[in-house]
Nanobody, 123 residues
């Protein structure tokens, strides 16, 4: 599966952005989807994940209550709604896919990655 993330940009602290990730391939619904981010000078970290059918989600503690992950299998899309953004949310955001019933939080569990989209939150 090929992934294409978009929707990043510059936003003020407290604002919102919605990231989108478009997938190609016929078996999108067989993949759990994850969002990761990498801030300058830091390692890539887990943000959120959503199960194959969309019924189960998992979030990093740092984004719980502010970010929401969703998917539309008919459109082969996964989304990350980000509210109440903080300067520390500034990073390149990546979507990733893995063919599993689980919701992995470790990046080495994911098989496919998008190219990343930059989110910059100004204070």
């Amino acid at each position: 599966v090929q992934l294409q993330a978009c929707g990043g940009g510059l936003v003020q602290a407290g604002g919102s952005l919605r990231l989108s990730c478009a997938a190609s391939g016929r078996t999108f619904s067989r993949y759990a989807m994850g969002w990761f981010r990498q801030a300058p000078g830091k390692e890539r970290e887990f943000v959120a994940a959503i199960s194959q059918g969309g019924g189960t989600t998992n979030y990093a503690d740092s984004v719980k209550g502010r970010f929401t992950v969703a998917r539309d299998n008919t459109k082969k899309m996964v989304y990350l709604q980000m509210n109440s953004l903080k300067p520390e949310d500034t990073a390149v955001y990546y979507c990733a896919a893995v063919g599993t019933l689980q919701l992995p939080t470790r990046q080495n569990r994911y098989d496919y990655w998008g190219q990343g989209t930059l989110v910059t939150v100004s204070s």
